[in-house]
């Protein structure tokens, strides 16, 4: 059967599926002999594909890695840096990263700290990044002064970022100190660039810190007495990765779904 190139190579583990749009786009992707352009279509059985002139063979796919990294500042969440920056992927044993096709799935920015997964399950990559997957992801935030309660309450019903009103998040406060800074709480179920710097910038309010604890189920520090240090990795349990595919299967029914009912109503 016929699949779309970068599914395929999500799929094999070779990149995320955003990653190998990027190859494909670079022309590092080649097919049966000429250079893939997006949108082409190949049999895994069949075809020849090959990326940065390696053959890419579906009976090599890596075993399916699930990881857990608290990432330090002054790392990048990206699998290389054009400016020769620490990379997520430098803190990791080469055993992990060397032809395992490993990647993050999303992102923090370099200022940031905690709870980033990386993986080469492609599939799950897509279902945690996309924007129509409504992903929970909470974070600890210092703040710049005592933010009121209305700025607070119209963060949590969406401000305007760009043209756009973001989605509703949960925002609680968690500490203050006198009047100088706020640790609040945020949970957001999407992902815009700098989402909470922006809007904590927009409202009078800069950010001090940010610090994400969980992503979906997955905690960052679940247990005191076992907690992950910065710069450090853990592989997530078994629990933790049926949590996530479970979570992914129903979200792809739901997508199914939908897209179901569209084609009925349109015909």
């Known amino acids: 059967m016929e699949e779309r190139l970068q599914k395929l190579l999500s799929h094999w583990g070779i990149a995320s599926r955003r990653r190998a749009e990027e190859l494909i786009?670079?022309?590092?992707v080649s097919l049966n002999g000429?250079?893939?352009?997006?949108?082409?279509?190949?049999?895994?059985?069949?075809?020849?594909?090959?990326?940065d002139g390696r053959v890419v063979n579906p009976e090599q796919e890596p075993q399916r890695l699930y990881i857990l990294l608290n990432k330090p500042a002054g790392v990048v969440s990206t699998c290389r840096d054009t400016h020769g920056r620490p990379t997520v992927l430098s803190l990791l044993p080469p055993q992990l990263t060397q032809g395992q096709g490993l990647h993050p799935i999303g992102r923090l920015d370099a200022d940031s700290t905690g709870a980033l997964?990386?993986?080469?399950?492609?599939?799950?990559?897509?279902?945690?990044?996309?924007?129509?997957?409504?992903?929970?992801k909470t974070y600890q935030v210092w703040v710049q002064g005592s933010p009121s309660e209305v700025l607070l309450q119209q963060w949590r019903e969406g401000v305007i970022l760009d043209q756009r009103k973001?989605?509703?998040?949960?925002?609680?406060?968690?500490?203050?100190?006198?009047?100088r800074r706020t640790q609040l709480e945020v949970v957001l179920t999407e992902g815009r660039n700098r989402?909470?710097?922006?809007?904590?910038?927009?409202?009078?309010?800069?950010?001090?810190?940010?610090?994400?604890?969980?992503?979906?189920?997955?905690q960052?520090?679940?247990?005191?007495?076992?907690?992950?240090?910065?710069?450090?990795?853990?592989?997530?349990?078994?629990?933790?990765?049926?949590?996530l595919q479970s979570w992914q299967t129903q979200l792809t029914l739901k997508s199914v779904g939908v897209r179901s009912k569209l084609k009925e109503h349109s015909g």
């Open 166 to 179: 973001t989605l509703p998040a949960h925002v609680q406060v968690k500490n203050r100190d006198d009047q």
């Open 25 to 28: 786009r670079q022309g590092r």
């Open 220 to 243: 960052l520090n679940s247990d005191q007495d076992n907690a992950l240090p910065p710069g450090c990795h853990r592989c997530l349990t078994k629990s933790e990765i049926n949590a």
């Open 195 to 218: 989402q909470i710097r922006r809007i904590a910038k927009q409202l009078g309010h800069p950010v001090e810190t940010l610090h994400r604890t969980k992503i979906g189920s997955v």
């Open 34 to 51: 000429s250079t893939a352009e997006l949108g082409a279509k190949a049999h895994p059985g069949r075809d020849r594909i090959l990326v």
């Open 117 to 136: 997964l990386l993986t080469n399950d492609g599939s799950l990559t897509y279902a945690l990044t996309h924007p129509r997957y409504h992903v929970a």
